[in-house]
């Protein structure tokens, strides 16, 4: 994958959570601010103070989360952005994540 095909696909990745996430505080009891600044995207969980942080790593082609939970990878393969070391696909764990620190079931 070239540089511009990688930040095309990480840009569209984290424009996909802002958008999903601002249609689950407005449809549920998630209670969830949104911060960009370039390739860092900050989710912060108003009622808890949480953040879970996803960005982009163009020199290795990944992106990363940081999660009350760890420290995450991920790589594309196809369509998919695949962990690095244990194969879970992208948006599902960053659901399980965003679920468990927010407190409402989400589906990305």
């Known amino acids: 994958m070239t540089e511009s095909e990688f ?12 958008m999903a996430l601002e249609r689950a505080a407005d449809d549920t009891d998630l ?10 995207l900050e989710i912060e969980f108003i009622d808890n103070g949480s953040k879970i942080i996803v960005n982009s790593q ?20 196809g369509d998919a952005w695949l962990n690095t070391r244990d194969g879970s696909e992208f948006f599902a764990a960053l659901s399980v994540m965003i679920s468990s620190q927010g407190g409402v079931p989400i589906t990305l």
Do not use: T
Not at 7 to 18: D, T
Not at 32 to 40: A, D, F, L, P, Q
Not at 58 to 77: C, D, N, T, V
């Open 7 to 18: 930040l095309a696909a990480a840009e569209s990745a984290l424009g996909k959570i802002e």
């Open 31 to 40: 209670d969830v601010e949104c911060k960009r600044s370039g390739n860092v």
């Open 58 to 77: 163009a020199p290795m082609q990944e992106l990363w989360i940081a999660a009350k939970s760890g420290g995450f990878h991920y790589r594309r393969k």
